[in-house]
């Protein structure tokens, strides 16, 4: 009688091989890889005037980075969004949050008036970053203590928190100093004017995002919150701080996001990352995150932008009329989630088979 | 009296992880009232689901009035004459009675609903079997007594000549109870054939006029009620005599206290209620459905916080504060409802057992995965837990598999004290008799267990001494020696009066 399959080293490797295969990441890398192929394939090319030699209009460095730079921006908002997904839960604020994050930084540092570059960086990250964990916190505090959805409190701070961003910056677009333009746009040793910093904080956070999902105990309670609030409840999770934490996580992320975007791109509005959100909710949902809850990835997530901003790109490259993106954009998203669905099923079928298997060689 | 209502010809039926029915064979008689009994897990249930078109068997013949049926919904049956009345109801919650009733086919003029017509049909409805109820209501605001009432209105008026009652009175009142039993004698003078899902002894010999005795999916007998004793029918539900039942754990020497319960009041849901567990001991906690069972039990957990009263562990008066409290209390429980507060279903078995202790299992919250899965593989190697791998999601194992995993889950969390509710429903035969004895193997080496189940033959053969609660207060404590289902009964039920006759 076979009680567990005991893991024999000889299998080890396949049993890897085959969770690697069954991951939904996977299947994401797959397909972005594919539309990589093919848009390389079909982007055709130009002569570089200064080298005379031919480049490809979409596997050059140029488009490479800015490919990977628009999708920072919301994938780093998408992996703090994924884990109030993953709790069963929705963040519709992330992207007035960088509005409000990005102005009160610009606000801040114009009043503060000219410092060293070291000191303007240094209050830009504090005042971002703290302003989204704060919003982030609210966000949390006001699910928990009125125990209203999630939807309905972002909902809400979604337009009040853009709201204050209008009013303090008076709806002007304020410049941010230089000096966080070169750290936002510092080339770290890249030439020819390729900026990597943005892509580069996407890929640290992508990381930080899977360990703390996966190998913390904070993690794995999102998951068990979004799984069942019940069940955690009964195993002793103390659902407010959690359902709590994953706000400010969220908010954490857009603060981080704005401060890259602010610094960027040398100025911050009230109108900035205007239905970001929807971005976001489409990029983690992309990725494998389950509005039910439960379910979820960071590096899903970050896929997941990655892909809708290839399929952005890619009707840019290949010159089809920009008026029918947003309707490629949708579809792709529901036939993302649909074969996402359809092979989660088939891998359920597949785990029920297995242990039945398993049931009749006892 | 020639053509059978009913009729089974080797039906068997299999579920992943368990083989529900096994070339099953016997009929019913019209208009007769018939048993099927046995115990959880034998197969009433779902022979009874089979008849209604909820599950279709694998293999043999249904026979409904003598011809041979293939039903594949429970609307087919029941336009074969066929509707049940169970616990999981099929009728909106926010919608009237009236609409319940009449929403398959709601009376209209031009696509607007005739709300008049709508009354009077569902008013005639419930006329039929004899029940009187404002059909306005929203269904979800009815007593449960009174949404059964509706769902047999709504199988008579759907022409159902037959009716399925999957344990219709483990939910309701004394009441209650008597008020179904005097429609189902209505609906029996009518010539409805009515089948009786239930393994409570009175409730069979009052009603019924023939019984059938499954199991472990396999058919026993079908004999009439009058040529049988209860004891009888005990004997061939379990097919061993009541004493060896569980091949329970020897008395073991009850060591110290581990929990006192002093005159726990938690308002509205139980009053007043005193006992004391031992190490070692395994005391048992009855109640009809209602008494305040769970509610006790959810109090010791941190739940629900008692208005009075006090909880002394191992010597020393506490307020559990919170589940996570009551964990570093060493007090584990597994609730009554697997599903919904046992398990995270979409995470894996792993996952699932090392939840309440991730605190234990980490260094500076950052999880040692190798511990974690250690103690997983002990406890699941303990329980013989049967699974595919530790990463095999719980969603897809069977009921067995799955209560070990709960029970695994506060074995690795070393509760001294354990709370078990209803720590067999819906698991199999075998799974069953490993849960029974790995309780009282965990007694035998010290644990206080406080055992609560509807199934009366588990709290009596697993117990030392039983603490019986009605409507919320102790109605009495019975050791080990005075505890049988007669004695147990009617302590829950009201002492003196005879149960249910």
Not at chain 1, 169 to 176: C, D, G, Q, R, Y
Not at chain 2, 178 to 185: D, T, V
Not at chain 2, 195 to 219: K, N
Request: hydrophobic share 45%; net charge neutral.
């Amino acid at each position: 009688m076979t009680e567990l399959t005991a893991e024999r080293p000889s299998s080890r490797t396949a049993d890897i091989v085959r969770r690697l295969l069954a991951s939904q990441e996977t299947g994401l890398v797959i397909v972005v890889t594919l539309l990589t192929i093919a848009l390389i394939a079909l982007a055709g090319s130009h002569l570089d005037r200064r080298t005379g030699l031919e480049v490809n209009n979409f596997w050059n460095p140029n488009t490479l980075v800015q490919t990977l730079t628009d999708a920072s921006f919301f994938a780093i908002m998408a992996i703090g969004a994924t884990m109030v997904i993953i709790s069963g839960g929705i963040d519709l604020s992330v992207g007035s949050i960088y509005a409000l994050a990005g102005v009160s930084m610009a606000l801040v540092l114009r009043a503060m008036g000219p410092m060293g570059s070291g000191a303007t960086a240094f209050v830009g990250i504090v005042v971002c970053v703290g302003i989204g964990l704060m919003c982030g916190l609210i966000n949390g505090i006001l699910v928990v203590g009125l125990r209203v959805h999630p939807f309905i409190i972002t909902l809400g701070s979604m337009w009040v928190l853009r709201g204050f961003a209008f009013v303090i910056s008076k709806a002007e677009s304020i410049l941010v100093p230089p000096s966080l333009t070169d750290v936002a746009k510092a080339p770290l040793g890249l030439g020819g004017g390729l900026y990597p910093v943005p892509m580069l904080v996407m890929l640290v956070l992508t990381v930080l995002g899977a360990i703390y999902l996966t190998r913390t105990v904070m993690g794995r309670h999102i998951f068990a919150f979004g799984g069942n609030l019940e069940a955690s409840r009964f195993a002793g999770l103390s659902l407010g701080r959690i359902q709590i934490g994953v706000f400010a996580v969220s908010g954490l992320t857009a603060g981080i996001s704005a401060f890259l975007g602010a610094s960027f791109y040398g100025s911050a509005s009230s109108g900035d990352a205007q239905g970001y959100e929807l971005y976001v909710i489409a990029s983690a949902v992309v990725g494998g995150a389950s509005l039910i809850g439960g379910k979820g990835s960071a590096v899903g997530a970050t896929l997941g932008a990655l892909l809708i901003v290839l399929i952005r790109q890619s009707i840019r490259t290949l010159h089809f009329d920009q008026n029918y993106e947003w309707i490629v954009i949708g579809c792709a998203i529901i036939i993302a989630v649909v074969i996402d669905q359809w092979s989660t099923r088939m891998t359920a079928r597949r785990l029920t088979q297995a242990a039945e298997s398993a049931r009749a060689a006892k | 009296m020639n053509v059978a209502a009913v009729r089974f010809e080797g039906v068997s039926k299999r579920f992943p992880g368990a083989q529900a029915l096994s070339d099953v064979s016997f009929e019913i008689s019209a208009g007769a009232c018939h048993a099927l009994c046995g115990e959880n897990g034998a197969g009433k249930s779902t022979l009874g689901k089979i008849i209604a078109g909820i599950h279709q068997p694998d293999g043999g013949r249904l026979l409904i009035n003598g011809s041979e049926v293939h039903f594949t919904t429970p609307r087919d049956a029941l336009a074969a004459g066929v509707g049940m009345v169970h616990q999981e109801l099929a009728f909106c919650d926010n919608l009237s009675v009236a609409e319940n009733l009449t929403l398959s086919d709601l009376p209209a003029r031009s696509g607007i609903v005739d709300r008049e017509a709508m009354r009077q049909r569902a008013e005639s409805m419930l006329a039929e079997t004899g029940t009187e109820l404002d059909v306005t209501r929203e269904f979800g605001k009815l007593a449960i007594g009174q949404r059964q009432m509706v769902q047999i209105a709504a199988a008579v008026g759907g022409g159902a000549k037959i009716i399925v009652f999957d344990e219709p009175t483990s939910s309701l009142s004394q009441a209650e109870a008597e008020r179904l039993f005097a429609l189902i004698e209505r609906l029996k003078a009518r010539g409805v054939t009515c089948i009786y899902v239930s393994h409570r002894m009175p409730e069979i010999f009052q009603l019924c006029d023939a019984v059938t005795i499954l199991r472990d999916g396999r058919h026993v007998a079908t004999r009439a009620t009058t040529s049988l004793t209860e004891s009888d029918l005990v004997q061939m539900m379990i097919g061993r005599p009541l004493a060896e039942y569980f091949g329970r754990h020897s008395d073991a020497s009850a060591g110290d206290e581990m929990l006192r319960v002093e005159g726990l009041t938690v308002p509205g849901k139980f009053e007043d209620v005193s006992f004391s567990l031992r190490a070692g001991e395994i005391v048992g906690l009855a109640g009809l459905m209602g008494a305040g069972r769970s509610e006790v039990a959810s109090a010791l957990f941190g739940l629900e916080h008692p208005s009075r009263g006090r909880i002394v562990l191992r010597g020393k008066p506490v307020e559990v504060r919170s589940p996570a409290h009551a964990i570093e209390l060493g007090i584990g429980y597994v609730p009554e409802d697997r599903k919904r507060q046992g398990l995270v279903l979409s995470a894996s078995g792993l996952h699932n057992t090392s939840l309440p202790i991730l605190g234990r299992l980490s260094r500076f919250r950052w999880i040692m995965r190798a511990r974690e899965r250690s103690v997983a593989r002990e406890y699941f190697d303990r329980l013989r837990v049967r699974t595919p791998s530790l990463d095999a999601t719980v969603a897809g194992l069977s009921g067995g598999n799955q209560q070990k995993i709960v029970l695994a889950k506060w074995l690795a969390a070393s509760s001294q004290i354990l709370i078990l509710d209803e720590p067999t429903r819906g698991v199999d035969v075998g799974a069953k008799a490993e849960i029974h004895a790995l309780v009282g193997e965990l007694a035998a080496r010290g644990a206080a267990i406080l055992v609560i189940s509807s199934e009366l033959p588990e709290v009596i053969s697993l117990s030392d001494r039983i603490v019986v609660l009605r409507s919320g207060r102790v109605a009495g404590e019975l050791s080990r020696r005075e505890a049988t289902e007669d004695s147990v009964l009617r302590l829950m039920a009201g002492i003196g009066e005879p149960v249910a006759s």
